[in-house]
């Protein structure tokens, strides 16, 4: 059974391109091609197609939010990004809204079609540059630490203590240390929570179950 595919680019000349070489294909149907987001939606709807290729900057509805609602409305419908941009803020935003596979434009016809047959398959292709990205992000995410992480141990005695409602003198009390003391360490707890007051510490412990 052929693979059936919607051809999406605001560029006539891109689409006749790409339409031809994957017309020469035996197991792709090219079933149609829209030159904007909006018109690839309704299109999306009436053919149902395997797969989308499709442009990121488009008038009409950019590609982001055609995918965002084709993957919505037509699950089965697998969406490969093609596109000239590899900046971050398209990247994610495109992957967020449904999009199986990313691909630029200078990739070779040969990876575009392995990227269509692989999306029939349910199996992702992605660019090696936006892969870094991805990588990159993702060691970012896990590398960023909680502001209650930068407290000490002593530190976070004392947070739990003030989110229980003690005051400084029941703390110092508690711990038996000095209320000097007792004040730097809050002093330092606000500033690293990137809080106002007692108030917010002892809500930020609550809500992030320190105590």
Do not use: W
Not at 22 to 44: F, K, M, N, P, Y
Not at 145 to 164: D, N, S
Not at 199 to 204: D, F, G, P, S
Request: with cysteine.
């Amino acid at each position: 059974m052929s693979i059936k595919v919607l051809v999406v680019d605001d560029h006539e000349m891109v689409r006749r391109g790409i339409i031809s070489y994957l017309e020469t294909e035996d197991d792709i149907d090219v079933v149609g091609e829209a030159s904007d987001g909006a018109q690839a939606v309704e299109l999306c709807q009436e053919l149902r197609p395997d797969v989308v290729l499709i442009d990121l900057i488009m008038e009409n509805m950019d590609g982001i939010a055609a995918t965002k609602k084709i993957t919505a409305e037509l699950p089965d419908t697998k969406v490969i990004i093609l596109t000239s941009f590899v900046d971050e803020q398209l990247v994610f935003p495109a992957l967020e809204a449904g999009a199986l596979s990313y691909l630029l434009k200078t990739a070779t016809a040969e990876d575009i079609v392995k990227a269509i047959r692989s999306a029939q398959q349910s199996q992702s292709v992605i660019e090696p540059k936006v892969a870094a990205q991805m990588v990159h992000r993702l060691q970012s995410t896990a590398t960023t630490k909680m502001p209650h992480e930068e407290l000490t141990e002593r530190e976070l005695e004392v947070l739990r203590l003030i989110g229980e409602g003690l005051t400084n003198q029941e703390i110092a009390d508690t711990l038996f240390i000095g209320i000097k003391t007792v004040k730097t360490h809050v002093s330092n707890i606000l500033s690293k929570l990137g809080v106002n007051d007692r108030t917010q510490a002892a809500i930020y412990a609550h809500r992030n179950k320190l105590i």
